[in-house]
């Protein structure tokens, strides 16, 4: 990554091709930050939610696959209200009013919920207190469990749409496009999302799904407002005199068991942005989380 344009998201994902940081991955100096507020800060979640974790410091896991295009966007504008905009805690780095966006594409085959998809519109990238973030400004998922479990669990503020990954391709046969995206102003309609040529997210066959996903990324997540935090930034420590709302913070666990660059040319448009024509696809990826642990 060079300087604050580059997108956070893509920077943490391509990392995991080069599988060199192990399970064992422990940035000290970060995680005795967030230890220090952790004791008074973890939650545990609600009962009826299924813990299906593989480690018992990350009681939540979900594996499937993904698609992330970055894109070039606008800032949200103030002198629209319906925009969504992070809290005024969050900083948006831009470069002449825009910054770096862009689509996020996930098919779960496992959750705590069982199967379903998630598209997240990515807003921006963020700074708070010094660290590096990427920030969403709508997260949709398929199924009303998905939404109620991210809510309740983890404050995620997610959003029930019609989700459909086409699985044929485009007339491009090694590309993925959005055929239909969100409209992110509209939060009284429920959306309709096409995502086409989906099958170039399935990399892998049988026999390798069934291998074991490695990498073990480590990320920091704040759920409620939607975003990934850089592990490569130390996170500063928060102090008493801290002001600003404090934003519940979770460790997640990154692995893939396969990654590829395809090319994913797109008009721009006001929806996507102008789209970069470069994504990126991970096949049997592993997400773990943990609970809160700490704050940002």
């Known amino acids: 990554m060079s300087g604050s344009y580059f997108n956070v998201l893509l920077l943490l994902l391509i990392a995991l091709a080069s599988f060199g940081i192990s399970s064992g991955f422990s940035p000290g100096t970060i995680l005795r930050q967030l230890s220090s507020n952790a004791g008074s800060s973890k939650q545990s979640a609600p009962e009826k939610w299924n813990e299906n974790g593989r480690d018992e410091e990350y009681p939540w896991c979900f594996t499937g696959r993904l698609w992330f295009r970055p894109a070039i966007v606008r800032i949200p504008s103030d002198s629209n209200p319906s925009a969504p905009r992070p809290p005024p805690s969050v900083s948006i780095l831009n470069l002449f009013g825009f910054t770096i966006g862009g689509t996020v594409a996930l098919e779960y085959d496992t959750s705590p919920v069982g199967p ?20 969403g400004s709508r ?17 995620v503020p997610a959003i029930v749409a019609n989700i459909n990954f086409v699985e044929e391709e485009t007339d491009d046969e090694q590309s993925l496009s959005v055929e239909a995206a969100p409209d992110k102003y509209d939060t ?15 990399v ?84 773990e989380i943990s609970r809160q642990h700490g704050e940002l």
């Not at 997260?139 to 983890?154: I, N």
């Open 116 to 135: 379903y998809k998630e598209y997240v519109t990515m807003g921006a990238v963020v700074s708070k207190r010094g660290a590096l973030g990427q920030w």
């Open 139 to 155: 997260l949709y998922v398929s199924t009303q469990v998905a939404e109620d479990v991210c809510k309740d669990v983890w404050g």
């Open 188 to 202: 009284s309609t429920k959306q309709r999302i096409n995502v086409r040529g989906w099958s170039n997210t399935r």
């Open 204 to 287: 892998l066959n049988e026999d390798e799904l069934e291998e074991k996903p490695i990498g073990s990324l480590p990320v920091f997540w704040t759920p409620t407002i939607k975003a990934l935090w850089a592990p490569f930034v130390p996170l500063p420590a928060r102090s008493d005199n801290d002001e600003d709302d404090a934003l519940p913070l979770h460790r997640l666990r990154l692995s893939a068991s396969a990654l590829r660059l395809k090319l994913c040319t797109q008009s721009p448009s006001e929806k996507l942005g102008i789209p970069i024509g470069i994504g990126l696809v991970v096949d049997n990826v592993l997400i």
